[in-house]
T-cell receptor
């Protein structure tokens, strides 16, 4: 079946620094990837949709300059949280879309900004 | 507007008892339907999905779900719950167009008592 690898699983960074999260589809080509944010005990909130080779589409209220998304290849999308602040601390999950498998999720990244 | 409703925020069942988690959706046309499970601090694992055909869908870990078009429902069931089934369960729907965005329900937290 389809596998999506997300790294790192946990990261702690200082306020004001940037953090990059990687999402890779290991055994299929993902033309579209999605980035979600999940607050404790809540559902997933879609942040943006990234398509390989084009700019990401951000959901309303998501700051595109703070959450930089790059989808440079059919197997890799990255989310960079720039100038991170404590309020950016959250659980971030990526998902890859493939016509055969539907939607496969990464294992998530727990970001803590101190 | 598209929406997914999971009426039960929290359910507690005894190990060995049967389980039914409810999911209702509001969509313009019959969407694709999914059930995912999330353990604490983890990503989402696909339990089952409905695209077309038989309305009773079998999934992993002994779960099944039944699509009822007349009720716009896609309830998840398991005949006998195991303690390891304790987790958060999300129903999700997506339009049938390629690489559309998933819409998630708010989730149901399942607690299993021994």
């Amino acid at each position: 079946g389809a596998v999506v690898s997300q790294h790192p699983s946990r990261v702690i960074c200082k306020s004001g620094t940037s953090v990059k999260i990687e999402c890779r589809s290991l055994d299929f080509q993902a033309t579209t990837m999605f980035w979600y944010r999940q607050f404790p005990k809540q559902s997933l909130m879609l942040m943006a949709t990234s398509n390989e080779g084009s700019k990401a589409t951000y959901e309303q209220g998501v700051e595109k300059d703070k959450f930089l998304i790059n989808h440079a290849s059919l197997t890799l999308s990255t989310l960079t949280v720039t100038s991170a602040h404590p309020e950016d601390s959250s659980f971030y999950i990526c998902s890859a879309s493939d016509p055969n498998y539907g939607y496969t999720f990464g294992s998530g990244t727990r970001l803590t900004v101190v | 507007a598209q929406s997914v409703t999971q009426p039960d925020i929290h359910i507690t069942v005894s190990e060995g008892a049967s389980l039914e988690l409810r999911c209702n959706y509001s969509y313009g046309a019959t969407p694709y339907l999914f059930w995912y499970v999330q353990s604490p601090g983890q990503g989402l694992q696909l339990l089952l999905k409905y695209f077309s055909g038989d309305t009773l869908v079998q999934g992993i870990k002994g779960f099944e779900a039944e699509f009822k078009r007349s009720q716009s429902s896609f309830n998840l069931r398991k005949p006998s719950v195991h303690w390891s089934d304790a987790a958060e369960y999300f129903c999700a729907v997506v339009a049938r167009e390629a690489a559309s965005k998933l819409t998630f329900g708010t989730g149901t937290r399942l607690q299993v008592t021994l």
